[in-house]
T-cell receptor
Framework: EAQVTQNPRYLITVTGKKLTVTCSQN?????MSWYRQDPGLGLRQIYY???????DKGDVPEGYKVSRKEKRNFPLILESPSPNQTSLYFC??????????FGPGTRLTVL | SQQGEEDPQALSIQEGENATMNCSYK?????LQWYRQNSGRGLVHLIL?????REKHSGRLRVTLDTSKKSSSLLITASRAADTASYFC?????????????FGKGTKLSVKP
């Protein structure tokens, strides 16, 4: 089944403890992206990648890192999480930067 | 802001009625897309309309795009309770170094049985 998977789906952590949210797609898509969704603010793009080893900042990249070493994986790294990064995170992939296929989301709480 | 802005923010209708949501934007676009999100879940792509298209249909969905007014509308005909969700417009902008898809804040649709 064609899908985008994210892990973990739920995470509660403490300020400053490094964490990684994994994202994997099995559709051989070149384009992948991370978004965060906050009430009243909609979805905002954090980082995107047009291909392996090619990444670029979205609208809200501060406090996040990404890497794209393989086509199927696009992990999101929070080196030192803070409470303002508490949010619902979505990974998405696309064959052509048109239709995007979203993962199920990761709900992150930073205490 | 480069975001699309949906209007209304919330819409409540009875099953069988039509639902219309609007999206206005300020920037130039390559395409405009509509997505649906059931509560707290991933977004699902509904339809894409390119900047040189004026209208597109998909099942009970009809999307229009007026680039001169920088606006789009999504019409859901004969709505069902299962259409209850949030609907987002997303502006497709790329060329050069850009690769962004910029989402609006969404319209929350409630369809009462």
């Amino acid at each position: 089944e064609a899908q985008v998977t994210q892990n973990p789906r739920y995470l509660i952590t403490v300020t400053g403890k490094k964490l990684t949210v994994t994202c994997s797609q099995n559709m051989n898509h070149e384009y992948m992206s991370w978004y965060r969704q906050d009430p009243g603010l909609g979805l905002r793009q954090i980082y995107y990648s047009m291909n392996v080893e090619v990444t670029d900042k979205g609208d809200v990249p501060e406090g996040y890192k990404v890497s794209r070493k393989e086509k199927r994986n696009f992990p999101l790294i929070l080196e030192s999480p803070s409470p303002n990064q508490t949010s619902l995170y979505f990974c998405a992939s696309s064959p052509s930067m048109n239709t995007q296929y979203f993962g199920p989301g990761t709900r992150l709480t930073v205490l | 802001s480069q975001q699309g802005e949906e209007d209304p923010q919330a819409l409540s209708i009875q099953e069988g009625e039509n639902a219309t949501m609007n999206c206005s934007y300020k920037t130039s676009i390559n395409n405009l897309q509509w997505y649906r999100q059931n509560s707290g879940r991933g977004l699902v792509h509904l339809i894409l309309i390119r900047s040189n298209e004026r209208e597109k249909h998909s099942g009970r969905l009809r999307v229009t795009l007026d680039t001169s007014k920088k606006s789009s509308s999504l019409l859901i005909t004969a709505s069902r309770a299962a259409d209850t969700a949030s609907y987002f417009c997303a502006l497709g902008k790329y060329g050069g170094s850009q690769g962004n898809l910029i989402f609006g804040k969404g319209t929350k649709l409630s369809v009462k049985p």
